[in-house]
């Protein structure tokens, strides 16, 4: 059985139509990550996964209680964590208290251990906390439990890098463990590190669901070349090459190393472009040239959106 199941999930707020038959599956034990940008959808089927709002049409199923059944979704939330985004905690409370309040409606077995993992100043009201701090005090609230399935929306939003490493390597040993997350995310590297399968939203309806590296494998590499002499865009001849530029910029002498050696004035090209194509012969492209600089990294997730966002690929 699917931890999550939706089906023709339409949502409609007078006559904005914000989901519009988005079905998609999430499979018990993995990371299903939910991508689009603000305003695509997201947070709209959130809300509706969770039962704080009503579909208008189509329905979803979670932990197999249908969210159009409230007595059945509130025995199903027993073992669901949410986090949702901004979490709006009592100022005026210690991050002690609100843990304490969430314990009493559904239990803490978990609490001491994330508190040492995501180190919350819980001794302090919340009005002093960062909103680095208030996100740490919302995955502790969420995990506490030791629930079946967590659902969270943007849950590394101002948390420093050290922290989202530390949050990414506990969701990956969850899972590994046999609970189940969805989260929403515009961090393509968190995505790539801890989802087993993404699905994309556009104007409230799924572009594509599919595992990440499918996704990333189609999605290609970002690459920046940089090479002694005149390279006119008419030269790069690869296929798999898209939004392909060149621009002159100051070179260094051909035959001088690219992390050192004298800078000259020379002539030299920079060249950027997305690489879908086979990597042996970008590696045969490049190694043609006079290379002074070459970077590789993986498509920018606004890419990635661009190029799933073709509206012949939008799902009927």
Known sequence: MSAISVNGLTKEYGDVLANDAVSFD???GETFGYLGPNGAGKTTTIRTIMGFQSPTTGTA?????????EAALVEARENVGYLPSNPGFDE???????????????GDAR???????FEVPVDRKIRGYSTGQTQKLGLVQAF??????????????????LVQQRFNEFVRDE??????????????????????????????RIVTVERVGDL?????KFVRLGVAGEVAMDDVTLDGVHDLSARPVEGVAAGAPAGGGSTVAGTATELTFTFTGDLNALADFVAELDVLELDIEEAPLEEIFIRFYDDEQVSA
């Open 216 to 220: 990333l494998d189609r999605s290609g």
């Open 175 to 204: 899972t590994a463990s046999g609970t189940t997350v969805f989260l929403s995310s515009h961090v393509l590297s968190e995505v790539r590190r801890v989802c087993d399968r993404v699905g994309i939203i556009r104007d409230g």
């Open 92 to 106: 005026t409370a210690t991050g002690m208290e609100i843990l304490d309040l969430h314990a009493s409606v559904k």
């Open 61 to 69: 199923t979670v932990l197999g209680a249908d969210v159009r059944d």
């Open 111 to 117: 609490r001491e251990e994330l508190l040492e993992l």
């Open 26 to 28: 999430v499979e018990a």
């Open 144 to 161: 506490m439990h030791d629930p079946d399935l967590v659902v969270m929306d943007e849950p590394t939003a101002g948390l420093d890098p």
